[in-house]
């Protein structure tokens, strides 16, 4: 494959050609040259961008990936902050699967109105608390609001 201008790098990756100038200013690409007004890279730059998606979408910073990338285009990651962020985002994981069960939860409910279940309304003092961010919850379990009892507090058996 031979060289490419950022107008095909850019169209080749879906990144904007001023965050490829932005990447190649913090040093994290490199262009090889110019054809008039355009910079030129190296095909491999397609794989170093990659790893540079793929370390943005995992939460590292570009000073972070940076680190991780030698000048030479080769990866020189290490594999202890590897498996540190690794297990931040196990963490961030089980956050959002409580959340998610929560407001699953509260779809589904019998509950007249999602403020009216318990279960919901746990969810909605720990997150007021940040309490989402330091424990995640455990699984949400529906819990039964009966008929009867809804009948009688709001006078309303209708799910909302």
């Known amino acids: ?3 490419m201008d950022i107008a095909e790098v850019s169209r080749r990756t879906g990144v904007p050609a001023s965050t490829l100038r932005y ?3 913090k040093g994290l690409v490199a262009s090889i040259g110019r054809r008039g007004q355009r910079r030129l890279f190296d095909p491999a730059v397609l794989d170093r961008l990659a790893l540079i998606a793929l370390g943005r979408a995992g939460g590292f910073t570009l ?3 940076s680190s991780m990338l030698t000048p030479d285009g080769l990866p020189k990651m290490d594999r202890g902050r590897l498996d540190a962020k690794a297990n931040e985002l196990d963490q961030i994981i089980q956050r959002l699967r409580a959340i998610r069960e929560a407001l699953r939860h509260a779809a589904k ?3 007249a109105r999602p403020m009216e279940c318990p279960t919901f309304r746990r969810a909605v003092r720990l997150a007021g608390t940040g309490r989402f961010e330091v424990a995640p919850l ?3 379990r529906a819990e039964a609001v009966s008929v009867t009892r809804r009948k009688r507090e709001t006078g309303d058996v ?3």
């Open 23 to 25: 990447y190649e200013e």
């Open 63 to 65: 000073d972070e990936i």
């Open 138 to 140: 455990a699984p949400f």
């Open 158 to 160: 209708r799910l909302e």
């Open 109 to 111: 409910c019998p509950a």
């Open 1 to 3: 494959m031979k060289d």
